[in-house]
């Protein structure tokens, strides 16, 4: 080992530099502390979505989150764990929280981070958006995180990419893998697992990369999901023949409209952000009826489990998906979502950077 | 490139639908037309100079007609022109083809289409029948001159790539249409209820996240422009028809004796949306999406359904409801591929591949040989009523466009080797069986394999 730290688990040792200039980027260049989570073999080359992790690969990112959550904790935030590697952020689409988190977790980790907004640079100059990241992967980008409005736009990056690993921030209404991954973490955190738990997402299913992801995670992980929401944003071709199928990847996942049944001795209640264009579709007929009929509100807190815990991918419309008085309540775990965010993006980070380095051997 | 105006197909396997043949026999083609056909053991004497083509153990046919072609030239000749468009369809047997009129500018104008017959006979490798716009722009507003239109040749008309929207317009269409004794050949697509779908509504579409058009949206607008024909009594061509309901609704159209004709796409008997995951169909729908999914090559409008769709098509196909095979051929750049399934184009390019794909119907067993031969040559050539005569047949007299198959000969799609611009096919390395030996319009070989074996010329027997 070249550095100096301790070999403490439960955390990084984040007041000390690192020890020497390190020869060259390599395995050999990580913290000991977190060497003990890095040792795992780390197969995936990139983030597209959770539906290639096993079960183990995501309790591997938990663990090495709540490793990285004791940075989070320290005086001075800030480890040299990813020292020397370019992280890109390219946001093709407006975005603050997700595009601070994973800007946060990279500088945490001492990477350099960059954040490109596409809209103001490349695309109005007619560049397509694969010769843009060609550039920045010529411009040795170890990591780009990307936000897209199309589905499947980072997986088409991907099959580009020969060296720079690419993490989805979210595409359209595919995946938000990161999101998935922080929402497990933070029910694990709090209720130890998700086996056997009872898990309700309400709202527009149909259109939200946020429950597509979650519920390959919490499916794969072992929960029992419950979708509501009205009947014209419920993804019932998705989970066409998931009763009868013990091969459907959505196997059990159950849909309930009325949202007073589906709460039922619920574990978690996760509502999800309902866009006002929904109404101007002429999906919904009002964002009145929305909020009558499936606001998560006291009420609906009532008729979960009394430690139930209530979920937000965020940003909320208050007052129309979650009442105030919920959002901001006792059972409420939307904030420590947030920063649940930045250890898990810590942890993909530190992961997506640094297996390029497993993979240059056999690299194709 | 023979130059000799005598040419002598010879031990090959004839099946001329038209005539209701499917023997061996010799075909001499003599002039640019069809001298004569004898079975193979009555030895006929030919005199005089004869390029002679050994066909033994190949399959000769009349030449398929393609009611569906999207030539690109005038204007988006980046895609494609009428000289790769036709070498494209000689090379898949096709010797005749149909110009879709979604050029720029559209072939709304008498002018547009005088240009395009132009150009093709400087420069196209197999004939070239066009199709003019039922309305000006492709607008949808305003109908075109069909008039003017109808006296340059065309055989229909057709805002393809976008319906005929308006039920006002399309009544019009139909009635002015059929007064020239001339189809309206519609795209059946509803719009508001497609609500910019970019691929079949259902399990694939919904697992990425796309925006799904349902199978209703195809159909609804189907069913309203047969009650439109019946109404009008005009002639409707239901373009590349994808859904088990409107094959139905063409069943019932028939029964009732409507003037009503339907082609389906090779793709569309044989690819479902399945293919929309990547690995070319191999991927078992519920597994982990890899790095060649969102596959932009299966983006085509209409979308590539499911397999109960595949089979009532096929099945349609066999009885006859559906006339035709049509390829679509739908050219495209690189770049109008290489982005995302939201940006990209739709279309396949598919008049090199579409035999061989076809010919999967048939090594199933879902499809006889001689009725698969026969949507490719009589049953368009019927659909194209006065402009078909002589088409998709080996009678005496006719047209000496002949192709010469290997039902049987593998080969692995490269699009880099496509005589097409477009490269963008769903199949690039897929393994099909059935290969195009031979391909000749007016007696001139327009294409030949490597496989074409030639007999000495200038020999009698």
Known sequence: MRQTRSPSHGGLEADRPPAEPRPRAGAATRTPATESVAREAWNQRHLLDVDTLSQEEMSQVLR????????????????????????????YEPSTRTRVSFETAGKLLSADVINISVPQSSVVKGESMVDTMLTLQASAADVLVVRHPDAGAPYLIARHMRRTAVINAGDGAHAHPTQALLDLFTICKRLGSLAGRKVVIVGDVTHSRVARSDLWAFTKMGAHVVISGPPTLMPWDLL????????????????????????????????????????QDGLIPSLREYARAWQVNEAVMKIARPEALLMHPGPMNE?????????????????????????????????????HEHRQRDAV | MLERTRVLLRGGRLIDPSQGLDQPSDLLLENGRVAWLAPAGERRRVEGAVQVLDVTGRVVCPGFVDLHTHLREPGLEHKETIATGTLAAARGGFTTVCAMPNTEPAMDSAAVVRLVLQKARDEGRVRVLPIGCVTIGRQGKQLAEMIELAETGVIGFSDDGSPVVSPQIMRAALTYASSLGLPVIQHCEDPALANGGMMHEGWVASRLGLRGAPAQAEEAMAARDI????????????????????????????????????????????????????????VDRYTPLGASTYDTNC??????????????????????VIDAVATDHAPHTTSDKDCTFDEAAFGISGLETAFGLLMRLVHEGRLPLNVLIERLTAGP????????????????????????????????VDSRQFASKGRNTPLDGVKLKGAMVATLVGGTIAYESPLLRRAAAGRTR
């Open chain 2, 299 to 320: 983006k085509v409008n209409p979308p590539l359904r499911t397999a109960s769709d595949i089979a009532a098509l096929t099945q349609a196909l066999r009885d006859g």
């Open chain 1, 240 to 279: 066409k023949g998931c009763h009868d199928d013990q091969a459907h990847p959505f196997h059990g996942v159950d849909v309930e409209t009325d949202l007073s049944k589906a709460a039922q001795d619920a574990d978690v209640v996760m509502a999800l952000r309902l866009q006002k264009e929904r109404h």
């Open chain 1, 319 to 355: 007052g129309v998906e979650i009442s105030p008085a919920v959002a901001h309540g006792a059972q409420s775990v939307i904030e420590e979502q947030v920063t649940n965010g930045l250890a898990v993006r810590m942890a993909v980070l530190f992961l997506m950077a640094t297996a």
């Open chain 2, 227 to 282: 009650q439109l024909a019946e109404l009008t009594g005009g002639r409707l061509h239901l373009a590349h028809v994808s859904t088990a309901g409107t094959v139905e609704l063409v069943r019932r159209a028939k029964e009732k004796g409507l003037a009503v004709t339907a082609e389906v796409t090779p793709h569309h008997l044989t690819l479902t949306d399945e293919w929309v995951l990547g690995g070319q169909g191999s």
């Open chain 2, 381 to 412: 050539a019927r659909v194209l009523g006065k402009y078909g005569a002589g088409l998709g047949t080996l009678r005496p007299g006719s047209p000496a466009d002949v192709v010469v198959l290997g039902p049987d000969a593998e080969w692995t």
């Open chain 1, 64 to 91: 090495l989150a709540a490793t990285m959550e004791g940075v989070l904790h320290r005086e001075v935030k800030k480890v040299p764990t990813l020292r020397g590697k370019t992280v890109l952020t390219v946001f």
